[in-house]
């Protein structure tokens, strides 16, 4: 998946045909090793979990790494943000960790789903501050679902099964986000997605979550 994408114009584009883009090499190795020792030190106290998909989570990574902080008030991303939906409050900045145990199964996310359909659009940026390959849980997304994320049946906090999505939608269409440290991946989160199952190894991220932008 080698796409050049380098303007917010660019990004803007593919974001509204597709509903996710990738900016590459966004972060330099070091600055994601940087931020891991940083979020090796968040107190423990403020980690959550193991969660819906048996990962770890600090919910506002913004507070204690200066790296999540730095991706809260990136300007290039906001103007992204800004051009693509009224969904451009950048609220915090999540950290995840995804580890592999044996016996267990363990995801970000907990399946496939959307995280919202009460919205037109949702936007998330992800940075990889690791390598992740097929095996480390990739962040994983169904192209062109919109039309079959608003029809589709969910359960338990807007999960989807497997089953349904099989039969819902063009195996083609989904594209697993492997990538090395530093990747940016932007995408609309009211279309389908989840993070992989782990099958070895640790899957380190940052996430800006940004909400409707009320004016208020």
């Not at 913004?62 to 609220?91: H, P, T, V, W």
């Not at 990538?179 to 389908?192: E, K, S, Y």
Request: proline share 3%.
């Amino acid at each position: 998946m080698v796409l050049e994408m380098k303007t917010q114009e660019q990004i803007l584009d593919h974001l509204r045909e597709y509903g996710w883009a990738v900016i590459e090499n966004y972060w330099s190795r070091e600055k994601c090793e940087e931020a891991l020792e940083q979020l090796h030190n968040i107190p423990k106290e403020v980690l959550e979990g193991p969660c819906q998909g048996g990962d770890y989570r600090c919910q506002h990574s913004n507070r204690y790494m200066k790296a999540s902080d730095e991706l809260l008030n990136d300007s290039f991303i906001q103007g992204i943000a800004d051009g693509y939906s009224k969904c451009n409050l950048a609220d915090r900045v999540l950290a995840g960790i995804v580890p592999y145990v044996e016996g267990s199964d363990t995801d970000s996310g907990g399946g496939w789903h959307i995280d919202a359909d009460w919205i037109d659009k949702q936007f998330k940026c992800f940075i990889y501050l690791n390598d992740v390959g097929e095996k480390n849980g990739p962040f994983t997304f169904i192209q062109k679902s919109k039309e079959v994320s608003e029809k589709i049946s969910t359960h338990d906090n807007l999960r989807v099964s497997e089953e349904d999505i099989m039969e819902s939608v063009n195996p083609e269409d989904i594209i697993e986000f492997v990538a090395p440290a530093g990747t940016c991946i932007l995408a609309d989160t009211t279309f389908l997605h989840r993070g992989k199952q782990i099958e070895e190894g640790v899957r380190y991220t940052i996430t800006t979550y940004f909400y409707e932008n009320n004016g208020e």
